[in-house]
Protein backbone atom coordinates (compact mmCIF):
# COMPACT_ATOMS: atom_id res chain seq x y z
CA UNK A 1 0.00 0.00 0.00
CA UNK A 2 2.01 3.13 -0.98
CA UNK A 3 0.53 6.96 -0.62
CA UNK A 4 1.63 9.29 -3.71
CA UNK A 5 1.41 13.01 -3.39
CA UNK A 6 2.18 14.76 -6.25
CA UNK A 7 3.19 18.19 -6.81
CA UNK A 8 4.26 20.59 -9.42
CA UNK A 9 7.89 20.65 -7.57
CA UNK A 10 7.87 17.54 -5.81
CA UNK A 11 6.77 14.29 -5.14
CA UNK A 12 6.34 11.72 -1.92
CA UNK A 13 6.19 8.13 -1.69
CA UNK A 14 5.08 6.73 1.46
CA UNK A 15 6.14 2.49 1.06
CA UNK A 16 3.74 0.77 4.03
CA UNK A 17 4.94 -2.25 5.09
CA UNK A 18 1.87 -3.94 6.69
CA UNK A 19 3.30 -6.75 8.76
CA UNK A 20 5.49 -4.49 10.57
CA UNK A 21 2.93 -1.42 10.12
CA UNK A 22 6.35 0.37 9.26
CA UNK A 23 6.07 3.77 6.59
CA UNK A 24 9.68 4.65 4.75
CA UNK A 25 9.43 8.01 2.62
CA UNK A 26 10.92 8.73 -0.77
CA UNK A 27 11.00 12.22 -1.74
CA UNK A 28 11.99 13.47 -5.46
CA UNK A 29 12.01 16.79 -6.40
CA UNK A 30 14.04 17.94 -9.87
CA UNK A 31 16.59 15.54 -9.95
CA UNK A 32 17.49 14.60 -6.47
CA UNK A 33 15.66 12.46 -3.52
CA UNK A 34 15.93 11.30 -0.43
CA UNK A 35 14.70 8.56 1.70
CA UNK A 36 13.36 8.27 5.08
CA UNK A 37 13.40 5.26 7.41
CA UNK A 38 14.14 2.99 4.71
CA UNK A 39 13.49 -1.03 5.42
CA UNK A 40 16.05 -3.50 5.56
CA UNK A 41 16.05 -4.43 2.20
CA UNK A 42 17.02 -1.54 -0.72
CA UNK A 43 16.47 -2.64 -3.62
CA UNK A 44 12.46 -0.94 -3.71
CA UNK A 45 14.39 2.64 -3.41
CA UNK A 46 17.42 2.29 -5.47
CA UNK A 47 14.73 1.10 -8.46
CA UNK A 48 12.54 3.53 -7.70
CA UNK A 49 15.46 6.39 -7.97
CA UNK A 50 16.77 4.63 -11.46
CA UNK A 51 13.54 4.37 -12.78
CA UNK A 52 12.85 8.56 -12.24
CA UNK A 53 16.41 9.32 -13.22
CA UNK A 54 16.77 11.07 -9.88
CA UNK A 55 20.13 10.98 -7.57
CA UNK A 56 19.54 9.60 -3.80
CA UNK A 57 20.74 12.59 -1.96
CA UNK A 58 20.45 12.15 1.70
CA UNK A 59 19.18 8.95 3.66
CA UNK A 60 17.40 10.61 6.60
CA UNK A 61 16.59 8.51 10.11
CA UNK A 62 14.30 10.04 12.76
CA UNK A 63 15.44 8.35 15.38
CA UNK A 64 17.08 4.22 16.54
CA UNK A 65 14.49 2.40 15.61
CA UNK A 66 13.09 -0.64 18.04
CA UNK A 67 10.91 -2.60 15.99
CA UNK A 68 12.64 -3.30 12.39
CA UNK A 69 16.46 -3.35 11.51
CA UNK A 70 16.89 0.14 8.98
CA UNK A 71 18.72 -0.25 5.65
CA UNK A 72 20.44 2.70 5.79
CA UNK A 73 23.67 1.71 6.05
CA UNK A 74 23.34 -0.36 2.84
CA UNK A 75 21.71 1.88 1.05
CA UNK A 76 23.69 4.81 1.63
CA UNK A 77 27.17 2.53 0.91
CA UNK A 78 24.99 1.74 -3.07
CA UNK A 79 23.90 5.06 -3.58
CA UNK A 80 26.93 7.23 -2.18
CA UNK A 81 24.89 9.20 -0.08
CA UNK A 82 25.49 10.25 3.65
CA UNK A 83 22.76 9.04 6.75
CA UNK A 84 22.00 12.38 8.64
CA UNK A 85 20.61 11.48 12.05
CA UNK A 86 19.12 14.80 14.43
CA UNK A 87 21.02 15.86 17.34
CA UNK A 88 22.15 13.59 20.39
CA UNK A 89 22.04 10.62 18.46
CA UNK A 90 25.71 8.52 18.57
CA UNK A 91 25.60 5.77 16.67
CA UNK A 92 29.20 3.84 15.61
CA UNK A 93 29.53 4.11 12.49
CA UNK A 94 30.14 7.67 10.02
CA UNK A 95 27.27 9.95 9.94
CA UNK A 96 26.12 13.37 9.94
CA UNK A 97 24.12 14.61 12.89
CA UNK A 98 22.15 17.65 12.19
CA UNK A 99 21.93 20.58 14.16
CA UNK A 100 18.08 21.64 15.60
CA UNK A 101 16.61 23.73 12.16
CA UNK A 102 19.18 22.81 10.01
CA UNK A 103 17.97 23.15 6.33
CA UNK A 104 18.98 20.25 3.72
CA UNK A 105 18.54 21.63 -0.27
CA UNK A 106 16.93 18.58 -1.94
CA UNK A 107 16.12 19.73 -5.66
CA UNK A 108 13.40 22.65 -5.38
CA UNK A 109 12.74 22.10 -1.85
CA UNK A 110 14.14 22.10 1.33
CA UNK A 111 14.08 19.42 4.22
CA UNK A 112 14.64 20.83 7.87
CA UNK A 113 15.49 19.05 10.92
CA UNK A 114 13.31 19.86 14.07
CA UNK A 115 14.88 18.24 17.36
CA UNK A 116 11.70 16.80 18.66
CA UNK A 117 13.03 14.45 21.71
CA UNK A 118 10.41 12.38 23.74
CA UNK A 119 9.93 9.03 22.35
CA UNK A 120 13.67 8.81 22.47
CA UNK A 121 16.48 12.02 23.18
CA UNK A 122 17.65 11.71 19.60
CA UNK A 123 13.99 11.61 17.90
CA UNK A 124 13.77 14.35 15.09
CA UNK A 125 11.07 15.39 12.68
CA UNK A 126 11.94 16.06 9.41
CA UNK A 127 10.10 18.95 7.51
CA UNK A 128 9.51 19.72 3.98
CA UNK A 129 8.91 22.96 2.39
CA UNK A 130 8.14 23.29 -1.17
CA UNK A 131 9.82 26.21 -3.55
CA UNK A 132 8.05 29.21 -2.59
CA UNK A 133 9.01 28.26 0.90
CA UNK A 134 5.48 27.12 2.39
CA UNK A 135 5.35 24.02 5.43
CA UNK A 136 3.74 21.40 3.51
CA UNK A 137 4.45 17.97 5.08
CA UNK A 138 6.15 16.52 8.15
CA UNK A 139 7.93 12.93 8.75
CA UNK A 140 7.36 12.56 12.07
CA UNK A 141 8.91 9.19 12.41
CA UNK A 142 7.58 7.95 16.17
CA UNK A 143 6.92 11.49 17.72
CA UNK A 144 3.75 12.03 16.68
CA UNK A 145 1.31 9.05 14.85
CA UNK A 146 -2.21 9.47 13.92
CA UNK A 147 -3.98 9.14 16.95
CA UNK A 148 -1.57 8.58 19.06
CA UNK A 149 2.34 9.47 20.24
CA UNK A 150 5.17 7.41 20.69
CA UNK A 151 5.34 5.78 23.26
CA UNK A 152 8.19 7.34 26.01
CA UNK A 153 9.60 4.13 26.98
CA UNK A 154 11.77 2.47 24.57
CA UNK A 155 14.75 4.09 24.59
CA UNK A 156 17.52 1.80 25.68
CA UNK A 157 20.09 4.09 26.64
CA UNK A 158 18.39 7.76 28.34
CA UNK A 159 21.07 9.41 30.47
CA UNK A 160 19.28 8.16 33.35
CA UNK A 161 16.28 9.73 32.10
CA UNK A 162 12.46 8.34 33.27
CA UNK A 163 9.65 7.86 31.58
CA UNK A 164 7.80 10.12 32.68
CA UNK A 165 11.17 12.61 31.84
CA UNK A 166 10.99 11.34 28.45
CA UNK A 167 7.10 11.99 28.28
CA UNK A 168 7.85 15.48 29.54
CA UNK A 169 9.97 16.31 26.63
CA UNK A 170 7.67 15.24 23.97
CA UNK A 171 5.38 17.60 25.21
CA UNK A 172 7.69 20.42 25.01
CA UNK A 173 8.77 18.94 21.49
CA UNK A 174 4.97 18.69 20.27
CA UNK A 175 4.17 22.01 21.58
CA UNK A 176 7.08 23.98 20.51
CA UNK A 177 7.82 21.96 17.60
CA UNK A 178 4.44 20.76 15.83
CA UNK A 179 1.65 21.98 17.13
CA UNK A 180 2.51 25.68 15.71
CA UNK A 181 2.82 24.17 12.03
CA UNK A 182 0.26 24.93 9.92
CA UNK A 183 -3.31 23.11 10.25
CA UNK A 184 -3.28 21.83 6.63
CA UNK A 185 0.53 20.30 6.70
CA UNK A 186 0.33 16.61 6.25
CA UNK A 187 1.63 14.50 9.07
CA UNK A 188 3.24 11.20 7.73
CA UNK A 189 3.79 8.93 10.34
CA UNK A 190 6.66 6.04 10.83
CA UNK A 191 3.96 3.76 11.68
CA UNK A 192 0.32 2.82 11.66
CA UNK A 193 -2.73 0.58 13.50
CA UNK A 194 -0.94 -2.27 14.87
CA UNK A 195 2.56 -1.15 15.88
CA UNK A 196 3.83 -2.08 19.66
CA UNK A 197 5.47 2.05 19.43
CA UNK A 198 1.96 3.41 20.43
CA UNK A 199 -1.17 2.18 22.18
CA UNK A 200 -3.93 4.17 19.88
CA UNK A 201 -3.01 4.16 16.41
CA UNK A 202 -5.16 4.84 13.69
CA UNK A 203 -5.85 2.71 10.30
CA UNK A 204 -4.88 5.86 8.23
CA UNK A 205 -1.52 6.83 7.09
CA UNK A 206 -1.29 10.58 6.56
CA UNK A 207 -3.44 12.97 7.64
CA UNK A 208 -3.26 16.94 8.66
CA UNK A 209 -2.31 18.30 11.52
CA UNK A 210 -5.53 20.43 12.31
CA UNK A 211 -6.93 17.05 11.95
CA UNK A 212 -5.24 15.62 14.71
CA UNK A 213 -5.70 18.43 17.02
CA UNK A 214 -9.21 17.23 16.78
CA UNK A 215 -8.92 13.39 16.91
CA UNK A 216 -5.79 12.59 18.58
CA UNK A 217 -6.20 11.94 22.69
CA UNK A 218 -2.51 13.11 23.20
CA UNK A 219 -3.08 16.45 21.99
CA UNK A 220 -6.42 17.52 24.08
CA UNK A 221 -4.22 17.32 27.45
CA UNK A 222 -4.83 20.73 29.35
CA UNK A 223 -0.93 20.51 30.91
CA UNK A 224 2.08 18.58 31.22
CA UNK A 225 1.60 16.73 33.95
CA UNK A 226 -2.17 15.81 32.37
CA UNK A 227 0.18 15.07 29.37
CA UNK A 228 2.51 12.41 31.19
CA UNK A 229 -0.16 10.51 32.93
CA UNK A 230 -2.33 10.08 29.36
CA UNK A 231 0.57 8.38 27.59
CA UNK A 232 2.66 7.05 30.18
CA UNK A 233 -1.11 5.48 31.33
CA UNK A 234 -1.37 1.33 30.22
CA UNK A 235 1.54 0.82 28.02
CA UNK A 236 2.10 -3.12 27.80
CA UNK A 237 5.57 -4.29 27.99
CA UNK A 238 7.26 -3.80 24.41
CA UNK A 239 7.92 -6.85 22.53
CA UNK A 240 11.69 -8.88 23.81
CA UNK A 241 13.39 -7.74 20.52
CA UNK A 242 13.06 -3.92 20.70
CA UNK A 243 16.40 -3.69 22.64
CA UNK A 244 18.07 -5.56 19.66
CA UNK A 245 16.76 -3.87 17.16
CA UNK A 246 17.97 -0.62 18.91
CA UNK A 247 21.34 -2.14 19.24
CA UNK A 248 21.55 -3.50 15.81
CA UNK A 249 20.41 0.13 14.35
CA UNK A 250 23.43 1.96 16.32
CA UNK A 251 25.65 -0.31 16.11
CA UNK A 252 25.33 -1.63 12.63
CA UNK A 253 24.39 -5.35 10.96
CA UNK A 254 25.42 -7.76 8.58
CA UNK A 255 24.67 -6.59 4.96
CA UNK A 256 21.20 -8.51 4.11
CA UNK A 257 22.42 -9.50 0.77
CA UNK A 258 24.84 -11.54 2.03
CA UNK A 259 21.78 -12.71 5.28
CA UNK A 260 19.45 -13.54 2.57
CA UNK A 261 22.03 -15.73 0.14
CA UNK A 262 23.05 -17.66 3.49
CA UNK A 263 20.05 -18.39 4.66
CA UNK A 264 17.89 -19.41 1.34
CA UNK A 265 19.11 -22.71 2.31
CA UNK A 266 16.62 -26.09 0.96
CA UNK A 267 17.41 -28.96 2.99
CA UNK A 268 16.33 -32.79 2.22
CA UNK A 269 13.71 -34.37 4.84
CA UNK A 270 16.92 -36.30 6.45
CA UNK A 271 18.95 -33.23 6.58
CA UNK A 272 16.25 -31.46 7.98
CA UNK A 273 14.47 -34.65 10.53
CA UNK A 274 18.81 -34.38 11.75
CA UNK A 275 18.86 -30.82 12.38
CA UNK A 276 15.59 -30.92 13.91
CA UNK A 277 16.66 -33.32 16.60
CA UNK A 278 18.74 -30.50 17.77
CA UNK A 279 17.15 -28.84 20.63
CA UNK A 280 18.94 -25.68 19.57
CA UNK A 281 17.13 -25.46 16.86
CA UNK A 282 13.23 -24.21 16.69
CA UNK A 283 10.57 -25.19 14.03
CA UNK A 284 8.54 -22.19 12.57
CA UNK A 285 5.84 -23.23 10.73
CA UNK A 286 4.47 -20.25 8.50
CA UNK A 287 1.73 -22.02 6.62
CA UNK A 288 -2.18 -20.93 7.79
CA UNK A 289 -3.39 -22.01 11.62
CA UNK A 290 -6.36 -23.76 8.87
CA UNK A 291 -3.13 -25.97 7.25
CA UNK A 292 -1.04 -25.99 10.27
CA UNK A 293 -3.57 -27.46 12.98
CA UNK A 294 -4.37 -30.55 10.35
CA UNK A 295 -1.45 -31.70 10.52
CA UNK A 296 2.40 -30.27 11.21
CA UNK A 297 5.92 -31.37 12.33
CA UNK A 298 6.26 -32.45 16.07
CA UNK A 299 7.72 -29.82 18.25
CA UNK A 300 7.02 -27.13 15.53
CA UNK A 301 5.17 -23.39 16.38
CA UNK A 302 2.85 -21.78 13.97
CA UNK A 303 3.23 -18.33 12.96
CA UNK A 304 1.87 -17.96 10.01
CA UNK A 305 2.95 -15.26 6.83
CA UNK A 306 -0.41 -14.20 6.17
CA UNK A 307 -0.51 -12.07 9.66
CA UNK A 308 1.61 -9.93 11.77
CA UNK A 309 4.05 -12.48 10.92
CA UNK A 310 7.63 -10.91 11.62
CA UNK A 311 6.71 -8.98 15.07
CA UNK A 312 5.41 -12.30 16.53
CA UNK A 313 8.60 -13.90 15.98
CA UNK A 314 10.14 -11.15 17.63
CA UNK A 315 7.86 -11.00 20.43
CA UNK A 316 7.65 -14.81 20.89
CA UNK A 317 11.24 -15.74 20.21
CA UNK A 318 13.51 -14.82 23.19
CA UNK A 319 17.19 -14.59 21.37
CA UNK A 320 17.77 -12.75 18.42
CA UNK A 321 20.21 -15.32 17.81
CA UNK A 322 18.78 -18.30 18.37
CA UNK A 323 18.52 -20.94 15.25
CA UNK A 324 15.57 -21.44 13.22
CA UNK A 325 13.94 -23.80 10.60
CA UNK A 326 11.43 -23.17 8.52
CA UNK A 327 8.28 -24.61 6.70
CA UNK A 328 7.01 -22.72 3.93
CA UNK A 329 4.55 -23.29 1.65
CA UNK A 330 6.82 -23.84 -2.11
CA UNK A 331 7.27 -20.49 -3.08
CA UNK A 332 7.11 -18.36 0.22
CA UNK A 333 10.78 -19.33 1.34
CA UNK A 334 12.44 -16.29 0.45
CA UNK A 335 9.76 -14.25 2.04
CA UNK A 336 9.68 -15.48 5.48
CA UNK A 337 13.87 -15.25 5.57
CA UNK A 338 13.37 -11.77 4.34
CA UNK A 339 10.34 -10.86 6.65
CA UNK A 340 12.55 -12.08 9.43
CA UNK A 341 15.74 -10.59 8.71
CA UNK A 342 13.48 -7.05 8.71
CA UNK A 343 13.63 -7.44 12.28
CA UNK A 344 17.53 -8.96 12.66
CA UNK A 345 16.71 -12.82 13.04
CA UNK A 346 19.31 -13.77 10.45
CA UNK A 347 20.06 -17.57 12.01
CA UNK A 348 17.87 -19.41 9.72
CA UNK A 349 19.62 -22.58 9.07
CA UNK A 350 17.41 -23.58 5.90
CA UNK A 351 13.48 -24.82 4.96
CA UNK A 352 12.26 -27.95 4.29
CA UNK A 353 12.57 -28.15 0.70
CA UNK A 354 9.38 -29.12 -0.61
CA UNK A 355 7.48 -28.14 2.42
CA UNK A 356 5.14 -30.33 4.49
CA UNK A 357 4.65 -32.76 1.82
CA UNK A 358 7.94 -34.07 1.34
CA UNK A 359 7.91 -34.83 5.30
CA UNK A 360 4.45 -36.45 4.63
CA UNK A 361 6.05 -38.57 1.67
CA UNK A 362 9.08 -39.56 3.70
CA UNK A 363 6.55 -40.85 6.14
CA UNK A 364 7.72 -39.25 9.36
CA UNK A 365 5.15 -38.32 12.05
CA UNK A 366 3.13 -35.69 12.04
CA UNK A 367 0.86 -34.44 15.29
CA UNK A 368 -2.69 -32.04 15.22
CA UNK A 369 -4.37 -29.65 17.11
CA UNK A 370 -8.17 -29.92 18.21
CA UNK A 371 -9.80 -26.79 16.27
CA UNK A 372 -13.44 -26.52 16.91
CA UNK A 373 -16.33 -24.09 15.52
CA UNK A 374 -17.62 -21.85 17.70
CA UNK A 375 -20.71 -23.40 17.69
CA UNK A 376 -19.30 -26.58 18.93
CA UNK A 377 -17.65 -24.13 21.82
CA UNK A 378 -20.59 -23.19 22.43
CA UNK A 379 -22.50 -26.78 23.41
CA UNK A 380 -18.69 -27.97 25.28
CA UNK A 381 -19.76 -24.82 27.65
CA UNK A 382 -23.27 -25.72 28.06
CA UNK A 383 -22.72 -29.65 28.54
CA UNK A 384 -18.93 -29.51 30.33
CA UNK A 385 -18.32 -26.53 32.15
CA UNK A 386 -16.80 -27.81 35.09
CA UNK A 387 -14.42 -29.96 32.92
CA UNK A 388 -12.81 -26.80 30.72
CA UNK A 389 -10.71 -23.69 31.59
CA UNK A 390 -11.07 -20.85 28.98
CA UNK A 391 -7.66 -18.84 27.67
CA UNK A 392 -8.77 -15.55 26.05
CA UNK A 393 -5.06 -15.11 24.59
CA UNK A 394 -5.37 -11.58 23.31
CA UNK A 395 -4.41 -8.44 25.22
CA UNK A 396 -5.60 -7.11 28.45
CA UNK A 397 -6.85 -3.84 26.50
CA UNK A 398 -8.82 -6.58 24.46
CA UNK A 399 -10.23 -8.55 27.22
CA UNK A 400 -11.55 -5.36 28.81
CA UNK A 401 -13.76 -4.61 26.07
CA UNK A 402 -16.03 -8.10 26.25
CA UNK A 403 -15.02 -11.57 26.85
CA UNK A 404 -16.22 -14.52 27.28
CA UNK A 405 -17.88 -15.21 30.98
CA UNK A 406 -15.33 -16.73 33.12
CA UNK A 407 -12.34 -17.13 30.80
CA UNK A 408 -9.04 -16.22 31.74
CA UNK A 409 -6.98 -13.49 30.44
CA UNK A 410 -3.71 -14.81 29.04
CA UNK A 411 -1.77 -12.36 26.55
CA UNK A 412 -0.03 -14.65 23.87
CA UNK A 413 2.93 -12.19 24.30
CA UNK A 414 3.33 -13.58 27.86
CA UNK A 415 3.18 -16.82 27.08
CA UNK A 416 6.87 -18.05 27.78
CA UNK A 417 5.97 -17.15 31.90
CA UNK A 418 2.29 -18.68 31.27
CA UNK A 419 2.59 -21.87 29.40
CA UNK A 420 3.44 -24.08 32.47
CA UNK A 421 -0.05 -22.82 34.14
CA UNK A 422 -1.78 -25.41 36.03
CA UNK A 423 -4.72 -26.56 34.80
CA UNK A 424 -6.08 -28.82 37.57
CA UNK A 425 -6.55 -31.56 35.28
CA UNK A 426 -9.17 -29.52 32.74
CA UNK A 427 -8.75 -28.76 29.24
CA UNK A 428 -7.66 -25.59 27.47
CA UNK A 429 -9.94 -24.22 25.70
CA UNK A 430 -8.18 -21.15 23.51
CA UNK A 431 -9.16 -17.86 21.27
CA UNK A 432 -8.06 -15.18 20.31
CA UNK A 433 -9.45 -12.42 17.54
CA UNK A 434 -9.70 -14.48 14.76
CA UNK A 435 -7.34 -17.60 15.09
CA UNK A 436 -4.41 -16.36 14.40
CA UNK A 437 -3.10 -15.68 17.76
CA UNK A 438 -4.95 -18.65 19.36
CA UNK A 439 -3.21 -21.60 17.13
CA UNK A 440 0.17 -19.64 17.72
CA UNK A 441 -0.20 -20.41 21.20
CA UNK A 442 -1.82 -23.97 21.22
CA UNK A 443 1.20 -24.58 19.10
CA UNK A 444 3.52 -23.32 21.36
CA UNK A 445 1.40 -25.28 24.59
CA UNK A 446 1.62 -28.37 22.40
CA UNK A 447 5.62 -27.81 21.69
CA UNK A 448 6.22 -28.00 25.25
CA UNK A 449 3.79 -31.03 26.07
CA UNK A 450 0.56 -29.81 27.10
CA UNK A 451 -1.79 -32.13 24.75
CA UNK A 452 -5.68 -31.57 26.63
CA UNK A 453 -5.95 -28.73 24.22
CA UNK A 454 -8.82 -27.43 22.05
CA UNK A 455 -8.44 -23.77 20.04
CA UNK A 456 -11.41 -21.85 18.40
CA UNK A 457 -11.75 -21.42 14.96
CA UNK A 458 -12.52 -17.58 14.00
CA UNK A 459 -11.70 -16.77 17.61
CA UNK A 460 -13.73 -13.89 19.41
CA UNK A 461 -15.08 -12.79 16.08
CA UNK A 462 -17.02 -15.61 15.41
CA UNK A 463 -17.95 -16.65 19.03
CA UNK A 464 -19.92 -13.17 19.59
CA UNK A 465 -22.38 -14.04 16.67
CA UNK A 466 -23.07 -17.25 18.50
CA UNK A 467 -25.42 -17.06 21.96
CA UNK A 468 -22.73 -16.93 24.33
CA UNK A 469 -22.42 -15.16 27.33
CA UNK A 470 -20.02 -12.53 27.33
CA UNK A 471 -18.59 -10.34 30.03
Not at 236 to 260: M, S
Request: hydrophobic share 35%; net charge negative.
Amino acid sequence: MNEVLKEATFEIEQIYTACLSQGSYYIKSGDEAVIIDPLRETAPYIERARKDGVKIKYVFETHFHADFVSGHLDLAGKVNAPIVYGPGADPAYDVYIAHDGEEFQVGEIKIIALHTPGHTPESTTWLLKDSRGRERAIFTGDTLFLGDVGRPDLAQETGGLTKDDLAGMLYDSLQKKILPLPDDILIYPGHGAGSACGKNMMEETVDTLGNQKKVNYALQAKSKEEFIQMVTEGLEEPPAYFPENVRLNREGCNQLDRVLKKNDNPLSVNKFSELARDSCCLIIDTRSPADFCKGFIVGSVNIGLDGQFAPWVGALVTSINRSILLICEPGREQEAILRMARIGYDSVEGYLDGGLKSWKKAGFPLSTIDRITPGRFEQIIAAHSDQIQIWDVRRPSEFELSHVKGAINLPLSEINDWSCKNRDGKVAVIYCGGGYRSMIAASILKAKGHHHILEVEGGFNKIKERNIELE
